[in-house]
Each structure stands twice: as C-alpha cells, then as structure tokens.
C-alpha cells in the first residue's frame, strides 16, 4: 500500500499536507451517496442488497456514504478520496490495496466490496475480525467474528487504549491460534505485511497519530470501528489533524511487527498475488507458472 506521487518534494512538510488535500480533492471530486436521512456521512446499516466485504476500513466508509452506500460500482478515484475524507488517510497508503481490489474484480475497472472477499489477493488468513476462508464451515470470510474479535477485544489489559505494542501482541496469538486450527492455513511475508498494515491502520485512525509510535487508540473507538462498522463520532471520535501518510505509519508498523514474532507457517510460502477469480493461489504448486 505504499505508491504516492511525490509533486512538491522541495516545499516544507506542512505545505505538502495541504497542498494533498487540495489537489487530491480536485482531481478526483466524486459525491457520496446520500442517506436516506439526507445525511450524506451520517452512519447507515447496510441493507440486505447492499454489497460489503471482509474490509471493515471499506464497510465503515460505504456505511457513512464515502463510499457509494451499496458497496458497488467503486474505482480506485472513489477509494483514494472516500479515505482521504472519512479517515484523513493519504493515496500513499491506500492506492496499492485499491489496485488490489481491481485483481479480485470481474470487471476490468471497478469492483463491489463483496469481491475482494477472494481468497489470498489481499484478502488473507489470520485476520482480526473474520475467520479463515478455510476455517470457517461456510467458507465465509466477509462477516464480522466476534469469537476472532475476542483477542484483540480483550488485549491491552488494565488500560482502556490499544497501541502499537499490544496490537503486535494481538497478531502474535492470532497466528498462534490460526496455526493450530487452519490446515490449509497460508501465513507468509505478503500476507504479515498486509496484516500489519492493517494494524497499524486502525491504531492510527482511532487514536492520535501525532503522537507518533505513542499513538494510543482509546478501545471503545475500535471495538465500535469493527463491531458496528461505524465511525464512533458521537462518542468523541474525530479525524487526525494530520494527514495519515506512509511516513506516518511506518514507525507504529515496525513496532507492530516487531511484536508479532512473525514467523512463516502454512501451505504456501510463496508470496503470491492470486491474479483473478481464476487465479491460482500459489502457480508454483500448481504448475501453471
């Protein structure tokens, strides 16, 4: 998740915050769909023909409507700006994932959030809030677990804030239950990245990223973020001021992995993309590549 276009590298840190929101917006100015209510951010639930995936980032922006509210008919312009306004986080970080979500796709040049459900593109074994593709007796990797959810509910104990150290922790004992339980588990190097980019994601958004790898995301905000798919506004929860770049991240995500142990496990090692619906999941075991 790390390609940004780098226009005014010469200009202090703060003008280029600025200048990112502002030429960002311009070229890629799309309208979210309105809610019944006539709010066009205010949390909706989806409805039973509503699309949603395995991405609870994704389902929270289609819920407040920076996503079409169906989860369907999305481009990569349509990602880049739902995050930039719905969470202040930069193309840097989302334009591979969106990218991403195209792979999954049928469609050549948007995709529904139901799609990226497909196995090993970047969706991925070991998740925080979902069971394994594998695992699950219905193959169903898209509906929020509340039995996955339990290890990071309940980390961080004594405090009421997850950071950096305790979301490593988190990923650490989800590997160790996935290894006992998932037979065709796949746990390598492109899917501990993705996780710990996605750790790293929602410590920062819930929490203050100014402070850096201090950054404390209070738990009743990402309890909310995941369980609800909502964003806790009405709880106290607000965007970052600043904006959440790469740079931003890196340092809660080496914390992150350096937490986690990680150590690869599974079927597969290779750090395979799985290229389409009809895509294998690993072409060297298959003898396609």
């Not at 929270?60 to 999305?74: E, F, V």
């Not at 104990?157 to 922790?169: I, K, L, M």
């Not at 710990?196 to 850096?212: D, F, I, P």
């Not at 142990?261 to 395979?272: C, I, L, M, T």
Request: include cysteine; charge should be negative; hydrophobic fraction near 40%.
């Amino acid at each position: 998740m790390l390609k940004l276009l780098a226009l005014v590298s010469l200009l202090p840190a703060w003008t280029m915050m600025v200048s990112a929101h502002a030429v960002y917006a311009r070229q890629y100015d799309t309208a979210p769909t309105t809610g019944a209510g006539g709010d066009d951010n205010g949390f909706q639930a989806p409805g039973p023909n509503d699309a949603r995936g395995p991405c609870p980032g994704l389902n929270t922006l289609a819920n407040h409507g920076y996503l079409p509210r169906d989860g369907k008919n999305i481009t990569i312009p349509i990602v880049l700006q739902a995050a930039l306004d719905g969470f202040n986080v930069g193309p840097d970080v989302v334009t591979l994932a969106a990218k991403g979500a195209l792979i999954a796709a049928e469609t050549p040049d948007f995709f529904n959030l139901t799609e990226i459900a497909l196995h090993e593109t970047f969706e991925h074994d070991i998740s925080l809030s979902r069971e394994d593709f594998h695992v699950d007796p219905n193959n169903d990797n898209i509906h929020f677990n509340e039995t996955v959810f339990t290890t990071l509910a309940n980390s961080n104990p004594g405090v009421d804030y997850y950071n950096a150290t305790s979301a490593g922790q988190v990923q650490k004992e989800r590997q160790d239950i996935q290894n006992a339980v998932n037979a065709q588990l796949i746990n390598n190097v492109k899917d501990f990245k993705i996780r710990s980019r996605e750790s790293s994601l929602y410590v920062a958004v819930m929490g203050n990223a100014t402070a850096g790898l201090g950054t404390k995301a209070p738990k009743n905000y990402v309890q909310i973020f995941f369980r609800e798919e909502r964003l806790p506004i009405a709880e106290g929860w607000k965007k970052n001021d600043i904006l959440i770049t790469a740079d931003v991240l890196r340092p809660i995500q080496k914390e992150i992995e350096r937490f986690s142990e990680w150590q690869p496990s599974g079927v597969q090692p290779n750090p395979w993309i799985r290229l389409g619906p009809d895509g294998d999941i690993d072409p060297l075991t298959a003898n396609s590549i």
